[in-house]
């Protein structure tokens, strides 16, 4: 199913080890698997095990689905079982796993938590977020503007909200597939500035400069998990930089609303904008699917 001509690295951690080629053939993969609403015995026998510190709908839901799917397994260990650095050293986690699991997928708050796993795993590390990189939601994306726009050179996509994992993973693949970065972000949450640079992105701190034109405008919460004590500091920083009614008409005319969930109504999005004419929201959920299991299928068989 996959093919002899796709080369990747071993692991997903972000996309600092892939290129145009690797980025490509995943996501045709994955339009191939969604078209053909594919089930098989790729993975027949084959274990993952989901190693979670942070909680999850889509991240849980579409792997586990994605390798039953493809006739295997997942374990899911939280981090009241295991205990991730705490009750357990990563190193010595990892050395474990390796022997029971063909897999980690590693959804975790640290990314040096995910690169000790891969360091010492002899057995595929997958990132399924981590606080600097959340790449299969990348790839879901990506795949969601192709649907979308037909191809990706030359889309302009607008960011507005907070620089963090989610557009990290953004600005590492774009340059990959041709896609060009807006971003604004309130002072003192810009993202990276060597991504912004490698990813030739537009920065500004206006929300409606950043969306003025573009082919898509997607955002994030606010407050994520682990900044619960920082909230009521972000409400008032983000102030005017959500996105409705208002800023959604600057985009061209057939553009589209992309958010990764979930979503803070009345915060960073309205209701009105999650499920309206413009939101593709909602296939962004359900691509995360169809790119696991192009992802799975490329790790792990």
Known sequence: MVGDALTRPKDLLDFSAYGRQEIEALLALAERLKRERYRGEDLKGKVLALLFEKPSLRTRTTLEVAMLHLGGHAVYLDQKQVGIGEREPVRDIAKNLERFVEGIAARVYRHETVEELARHARIPVINALSDWAHPLQALADLLTLKEAFGGWEG?????????????????????????????????????????????????????????????????????????????????????????????????RPKGIFLHCLPAHYGEETTEEAVHGPRSRVFDQAENRLHTAKAVLLCLLS
Do not use: C, I
């Open 155 to 251: 889309l302009e996509v607008a960011w507005v909200g907070d620089g963090n994992n989610v557009l990290n993973s953004l600005l590492e693949v774009a340059p990959l597939v041709g896609l060009r970065m807006r971003v604004a972000t309130p002072k003192g949450y810009e993202p990276d500035p060597s991504l912004l640079q490698k990813a030739g992105a537009f920065f500004t701190y206006d929300p409606k400069e950043a969306a003025s034109g573009a082919h898509a405008l997607y955002t994030d919460v606010w407050t994520s998990m682990g900044q619960e004590e920082e909230r009521e500091k972000r409400l008032r920083d983000f102030n005017g930089f959500q996105v409705n009614g208002e800023l959604l008409r600057l985009l």
